[in-house]
Nanobody, 120 residues
């Protein structure tokens, strides 16, 4: 298993920025998902073991996923925030497989979640 600790959530104004961090106990392919009230869990972005990156269409050009030089900590830089970005954000890691998957079923290690709220 991979232990994950998230930080960086909070309140931002529309058009503002937040940076989320996810510290993992070891290197793994990792992703970010979010879930807004009354909505299904939604894929946000993922990075593979080798550095391949995929973004959901809703965040392309606004959010950036990156990895520390030890390749065990990932970040989600969130710019140009919109009220519809309000959600609980979870990071996730794969203990099996190295791809940047959009399917939450491929992830078996999940962070505790952090609330992101964007006001108008």
């Amino acid at each position: 298993q991979v232990q994950l600790v998230e930080s960086g959530g909070g309140l931002a104004q529309a058009g503002g920025s937040l940076r989320l961090s996810c510290a993992a106990s070891r290197r793994a392919a990792m992703g970010w998902f979010r879930q807004a009230p009354e909505k299904e869990r939604e894929f946000v972005t993922a990075i593979s073991w080798g550095g391949g990156i995929y973004y959901a269409d809703s965040v392309k050009g606004r959010f950036t996923i990156s990895r520390d030089n030890d390749r065990s900590t990932v970040y989600l830089q969130m710019n140009s925030l919109k009220p519809e970005d309000t959600a609980v954000y979870h990071c996730a890691a794969r203990s099996v497989g190295n791809g940047a998957s959009r399917d939450p079923a491929d992830y078996d290690n999940w962070g505790q979640g952090t609330q992101v709220t964007v006001s108008s």
